[in-house]
């Protein structure tokens, strides 16, 4: 394509000044609109997926049932694979606003504003410039990967919040022009490490020094973050040891296990859970960044020219060095690279804001046709799939309905960019708001059976909630009966899965009906009441573990699920 096509005429100047003042006066607003428009009200268009959300629903619902706050406990069985804050967090939400989709969720919402609310203060900070720190700010919002776990019930938004308000800590102690502005920021470093150690772990205290620790070497001030860092131990410390000390009596195997199963063996162990490439993670830093991954690349060279700057060189290494450390490990899921977004951001909207201020749309235009590809790419397979292969069946009509108009959207978003990049260069941010909000609600009908079985459960509750005894042999199907019932007793049918550690405590063996007991089980169930069992049956293995039950049961099915109703026996 020539190159004269990407001139910008002259009368845009005016456009571009416009429109930078426009969201210099309003950015605060617009952000919160955003937040409330495409981060809040989706929180309960669609049910929770499995097997995360209902295992986090699930979890803090139980601690809220029993008051036991040290230790988690899945389905009533020990869980120690993450610590308790972050299940604290969900927990809150839920006493908060119920035991519903909003209140499950609404822990994840209000984490990722506030790491959008890092970027602004930290972006006004720098540069004292209302536009560029609605840039960054909305940049950081609109990465796919951060507004989609918004609205997602995990704890990555949590950990996220605090290892960003570490590190944004960490720059504001070492800018700071007074003692007290200075010894404020290494404690608020320090609570920010404890409460990320309490949320995910150890890599809550790395990720910061993995950082600091090169930039103050680089920048020969080792001995600052040697005082700041030991103030920031002694908080973290104190934060810390109270729960460290509790869960230490209640629960003595705690450490062994999370520290071993959680840290050593997923970093390092040959056969390490979701193990991966050691090049996984830069393909998906683009990914996670659309509708912005057209910006990475001038983003990333005004960075390194500018890196001798010690701000722009901080966020090259807060995005560089974690995404290499975690490259290194063997166990790599999408989620973890979430706190290097947050320097890329800062990158990104810098350099998007100079070029427009300079009258250059053409890294904009760029990005828009990028994003206009792989929207049409997107269309085309799904109406190819649909003559080929129907993934959506006559009743998912209004489903595949939505679906096009989010592509629509999006198609229109940054078709407008692409034509009006000095104007319209805020358009992607609509296009990805509108794709997170309703793309989720928007699923067949077998893939809500199958990936949201709380949906099907929810149907049925008066007659589940009335059974003594609840079995399931799926473990996603079973904490969404769970926590739809607000019941951790629902045993395990043929079925371990994650929960075999806790399974193998000798006060917890009897949750566990195998295959070759569950007729026996059965009959002593329904000696003392009715029983309520939900089935996936997906495989031959599955079919065979349903004809093992008794056949008087009421049935109901959607998708691959199975609810049965079975009466208590007569004398």
Known sequence: MNSANFKVLPDKRFASTSTIDFVARWGIPLLAAAFILFYLIPLTFHGLWIPDETRYAQISQEMLSTGHWAAPHFMGLRYFEKPVAGYWWIAAGQAVFGSNLFGVRIASALSTGLSVILVYRLARHLWRDSAKSFVCAMLYMSFGLVAGQAGYTNLDPQFTLWANLSLVSVWFALDATSSRHRRLAWITVGAACAIGFMTKGFLAFVLPVLVTLPFMIWQRRALDVVRGGVLAVLVAAAVCLPWVLTVNAQEPDFWHFFFWNEHVRRFAAQDAQHAQPWWFYLPLLAASSLPWAGMLVPALRTAWLGKATPATGF??????????????????????????????????????????????????????????????????????????????????????????????????????????????????????????????????????????????????????????????????????????????????????????????????????????????????????????VVMRVNSTEEVQEVERLPIDGKRYEQGNLTILIFPKLGP
């Open 315 to 532: 966020f090259l290494l807060w995005l560089i060095v974690p995404l290499i450390f975690f490259s290194f490990s063997r166990g790599k899921l999408p989620t973890y690279i979430m706190p290097c977004l947050l320097p890329l951001a800062m990158l990104a909207g810098h350099a998007l804001i100079g070029r427009i201020r300079d009258n250059d749309g053409r890294a904009v235009r760029w990005n828009g046709l990028l994003n206009l590809l792989l929207a049409v790419m997107a269309m085309v397979g799904l109406i190819y799939v649909q003559i080929a292969r129907p993934v959506f069946e006559r009743q998912d009509l209004f489903a595949l309905t939505l679906v096009y108009v989010v592509l629509l959207v999006w198609i229109i978003c940054n078709g407008l960019s692409v034509m009006r990049p000095l104007k319209m260069w805020l358009a992607p941010a609509v296009g990805i708001g509108v794709l997170v909000a309703l793309l989720p609600g928007a699923m067949p009908a077998s893939m809500v059976a199958s990936k949201m079985p709380d949906q099907f459960i929810a149907t049925h509750l008066d007659e589940l909630r009335q059974s003594d005894r609840l079995l399931s042999n799926d473990l996603g199907a079973a904490s969404a009966l769970a926590w739809r019932l607000n019941r951790p007793d629902v045993d395990l049918y043929n079925i371990v899965g994650e929960l075999k550690y806790g399974i193998g405590y000798p006060d917890a063996t009897q949750r566990q009906v195998d295959l070759d007991k569950v007729q026996q089980w059965m009959t002593q169930a329904r000696t003392l009441g009715s029983v309520g």
